[in-house]
């Protein structure tokens, strides 16, 4: 059977829901960043985006901005419209709707209606049919399921956990919306959220006839289509899981006068590309994470186990003064310190690694009661990431699974590692967040690091291009 599978069990059992100790780091953690942040960290460096303006990005973020500024459509725009499906297309609608009600009240000319789009000559020349109908993605999802039930038959009756099949050939949001009908989607309540998921299934992912792409395999102008058809699928799927997610636009913000710590990300890989060319993460973080991973990994409580203070803010002047002049030694560093400058530069960037405009959705994944729904909107999210962004999160990750996979000498399981970087990652002085003015619950902490779980988990399976965007490259792109 051609298939390919995520997240095998570990040698060591995982456990099934974080202890008293990975919680308190994680409040521990919480409030170091707290303490850790600038005098006028008040000051916010986005705000919510006014009425109309939240629809008017979505839509131009999507590659639809025709229909909004009243432009003719070119061709590509035409061939991205032509390829949704009917549940992709009703969420365009949806977000037009919205915004040509704003516009009214502010006594503006309205948008377009999307059907205008399809009719135009173009749309029609482009790609007459609908992507993925209804019932094609009946027939996928059940041509799928019984050819991969023979991989899971016996494991409910010998007891064993039931595998996850991850179906490709089908968009996800029309996936969702067939389980919806066959009431077969768990309802989004706190209860189910917390259920009992600690120990991850294993996903099966059958093999499909176009392959498997990844993100790193495209080219900069395919993955900005790429973009577009994930950010229209995943705001499809979040409205029929109920999720509603407020975007934050960026504003400008005064970048601090320092080579490494509090530089944008992009900034730092175009000054570092000048030096070693092709590099897709900053040259700092690739230095930092080799040294972690072969001084680090077998230390005790590597991430957990605080730095000290002094010694982190002399580390990092001297990193300032002398990184990029090779003068730097990193011989008297201890892996405790070096864990402290990591998560220090991940929440000291401008904007959050996870970037302003989706932090709120990462976030909102924690909500959303079925894991194959949370995987599939994870993997959305990563896409839609900007690819400096995209590749450093990558190389996190991959560092973070190295400590759990070494946790016989280390002492961090996948619960102890998540609960410690969930607050790095999701809390940003950029964004307001309600776990940071919500208190020490335990529940926040335990959604939190389940996200920052499923990411160091399944974290080859969020990076891939799936089969049913990959059918609609050709199309998208046929006229670039």
């Not at 953690?29 to 006014?50: A, F, G, L």
């Not at 419209?81 to 977000?95: N, P």
């Not at 590309?273 to 973080?285: E, G, M, W």
């Not at 990750?397 to 190295?402: D, V």
């Amino acid at each position: 059977m051609n298939v390919e599978s995520w997240a095998d069990s570990p040698d060591l059992p995982t456990p099934q829901q974080p202890d008293r100790l990975c919680l308190e780091s994680f409040w521990s953690e919480v409030e170091t960043i707290r303490s850790d942040s600038e005098p006028d960290s008040s000051r916010r460096d986005s705000r919510q985006s006014e009425d109309g303006e939240q629809e008017e990005l979505w839509l131009q973020d999507a590659g639809l901005s025709p229909l909004v500024n009243g432009e003719e459509e070119d061709v590509d725009k035409a061939v991205l419209l032509s390829t949704l499906t009917k549940t992709q297309a009703a969420a365009v609608q949806r977000r037009i709707d919205s915004f040509t009600c704003s516009l009214r009240k502010r006594n503006k000319t309205p948008a377009r209606h999307v059907r205008d789009v399809f009719a135009s000559p173009i749309a029609q020349s482009a790609v007459p049919e609908t992507h993925n109908s209804e019932p094609d993605a009946h027939r996928n999802m059940e041509s799928v399921t019984k050819t991969q039930r023979s991989a899971v038959s016996g494991q409910e009756t010998q007891g064993l956990q039931m595998d996850e099949i991850f179906i490709t050939d089908v968009a996800y949001c029309e996936q969702a919306a067939i389980l919806l009908k066959q009431a077969k989607l768990p309802q989004n309540n706190s209860s189910q959220c917390r259920r009992d998921d600690g120990a991850l299934p294993r996903v099966i992912c059958p093999q499909c006839r176009l392959g498997e792409t990844r993100a790193l395999d495209l080219s900069q102008q395919d993955m900005k289509k790429v973009r577009q058809l994930a950010l229209i699928d995943m705001t499809a799927l979040c409205d029929l899981l109920g999720l509603e997610v407020k975007r934050h636009k960026t504003c400008k913000r005064k970048i601090p006068e320092s080579c490494l710590f509090g530089v944008p990300l992009a900034s730092l890989v175009e000054s570092d590309q000048k030096i070693k060319p092709n590099t897709q993460i900053p040259l700092f973080l690739q230095t930092l994470l080799s040294f972690l991973e072969k001084k680090g990994l077998d230390s005790e409580g590597i991430l957990r186990v605080p730095g000290s203070q002094s010694r982190i803010k002399v580390l990092q002047q001297m990193l300032e003064n002398s990184f990029y002049s090779g003068s730097f030694s990193w011989d008297e560093v201890s892996p405790n310190d070096a864990a402290a400058l990591l998560k220090k530069f991940i929440r000291e960037l401008p904007a959050p690694l996870l970037t302003v405009e989706h932090l709120n959705t990462f976030s909102a994944v924690r909500d959303i009661a079925d894991l194959k729904q949370k995987l599939h909107v994870l993997n959305l999210l990563v896409l839609l990431l900007p690819e400096p962004n995209r590749n450093t999160l990558k190389a996190l990750l991959e560092f973070l699974s190295k400590v759990v996979l070494s946790e016989r000498r280390n002492r961090m399981n996948l619960w102890a590692v998540s609960t410690i970087m969930a607050p790095n990652l999701f809390l940003h002085k950029a964004v307001p967040s309600k776990l940071a003015v919500d208190g020490p619950e335990k529940g926040q902490a335990e959604r939190a690091a389940d996200i920052m779980r499923l990411l160091i988990r399944y974290q080859d399976l969020l990076w891939t291009v799936k089969s049913w965007r990959n059918s609609l490259l050709p199309k998208v792109f046929k006229s670039v």
